[in-house]
């Protein structure tokens, strides 16, 4: 979205200073409402394309751990910040459920500390197996024998200091900005885009079995998901099968 309006700027530049009107296109942006536009823009990219995911997963600059850090970001969508007591940082072994024997769920899944409210919430993560089949798997042979109370990451190595530098890697390998509350943006958006109903990406933490747990399905709308442009293009898409279908 952002290079489209990118380009737009500059042929409008063009024009305007074609026709001698180029303070006309300054004074716009330095407005408020553009500013606005801007950072919602902003927003709207903070999600990772499955194009550069997979760069992510092929990369020879990433470790085997750090690629499982990854994943585990992108699998449970919880939200990821070094102000929040949430997060994968929270997780601890013994709320990481890796097999359906052991999960109360009868799904491996995660229960993720938010502490964003007074005596803070669980929230259910996603069914790991969702997005990476071999995640459980993986994650079997770093369990430690007495893994209980013992935190995920730290078990596997990890620092925030040190999960800094594989941030940092990934913004290398896919050319742009990138930090680790990107891949909540990204857990919703392709649940979106396989067909998971709204109201179960965004669903009240105690009851919803998907997602990102909110009430209000706009902020999906609004700040999560690139429905826009992608909608445009699957109807563009459908348009011309079916207009193959018809001959034309």
């Known amino acids: 979205a952002r290079s489209n309006v990118f380009s737009t700027v500059v042929a409008l530049r063009s024009i305007l200073k074609y026709i001698g009107r180029t303070e006309f296109l300054e004074s716009v942006l330095k407005t408020d409402l553009w500013k606005r536009f801007a950072s919602t823009l902003e927003r709207l990219k903070e999600y990772l394309t499955p194009e550069e995911i997979k760069m992510v997963l092929r990369s020879s600059e990433l ?39 052991e999960s109360p769920y009868g799904y491996p899944s995660a229960d993720v500390y938010e502490g964003k409210t007074k005596g803070g919430t669980w929230w259910r993560g996603i069914y790991l197996q ?18 209980h109370g013992r935190k995920v990451l730290e078990s596997l190595g990890f620092t925030k200091s040190s999960a800094r530098r594989i941030y940092r890697k990934i913004e290398k390998i ?66 011309a099968k079916v207009r193959s279908l018809l001959g034309r």
């Open 174 to 239: 896919i050319g742009r900005r990138f930090n680790p509350h990107f891949t909540r943006h990204t857990h919703a958006t392709i649940l979106v885009k396989a067909g998971v109903p709204m109201q179960l990406v965004a669903g009240k933490p105690e009851s919803a079995f998907f997602g990102v747990g909110w009430e209000d399905l706009s902020t999906l709308y609004k700040f999560y998901v690139s429905l826009s442009a992608w909608s445009l293009q699957e109807f563009k898409n459908e348009l």
């Open 63 to 101: 470790s085997e751990k750090e690629k499982l850090v990854f994943k585990l970001h992108l699998t449970l969508g919880c939200r990821e910040g070094w102000k929040t007591k949430g997060g994968i940082w929270n997780l601890t072994w013994d709320t990481l459920y890796l097999t359906s024997d």
């Open 130 to 147: 969702l997005f990476f089949p071999e995640l459980p798997k993986e994650l079997l042979q770093y369990r430690p024998d007495d893994y």
